[in-house]
């Protein structure tokens, strides 16, 4: 490549050839999925199918503490029986329908749910400030 082709695009023209020559060069698997090169392997756990007998938590199959797939038993999300948890409250009505109704704002608001959980997801952390190291006097 000539020292034209790497300046900014300063014309369509010079964007266009710009983008063909970023659409061929060939991006390592490696750097696609880090994870790879470490000798790494995806590992899933599937859906959380399985709900606890005791507490009605959602769990996976890997998190049973018996051998059966038919009629697993699970412990880890009520620590046999030290552990009682709550039942989940209602949720506030505009959430709900949000999460529930088929119009295109609640439907929008389903597909996008993971953005807004990741834009919001700092919010509510709780910060004690010391005064003596943030007081410019």
């Not at 399985?50 to 009605?56: A, D, I, R």
């Not at 088929?102 to 004690?128: G, H, M, V, W």
Request: with cysteine; glycine share 2%; net charge positive.
């Amino acid at each position: 490549m000539n020292s034209e082709m790497l300046r900014e695009p300063s014309s369509k023209r010079t964007k266009e050839v710009t983008d063909e020559i970023i659409e061929l060069l060939p991006i390592p698997k490696a750097r696609i999925y880090p994870w790879i090169s470490l000798g790494l392997h995806h590992h899933t756990l599937g859906n959380m199918t399985y709900k606890c007998n005791e507490c009605g938590a959602m769990m996976w199959l890997d998190e049973r503490i018996n051998k059966s797939v038919k009629l697993p038993v699970f412990s880890i999300c009520y620590a046999k029986g030290k552990v009682i948890l709550p039942f989940l409250q209602e949720l506030p009505l505009p959430l709900n329908i949000l999460l529930t109704e088929t119009d295109p704002r609640s439907c929008t608001f389903r597909q996008n749910i993971r953005i807004y959980n990741s834009a919001l997801s700092f919010t509510s952390i709780e910060a004690k400030i010391d005064q003596q190291i943030t007081s410019t006097s």
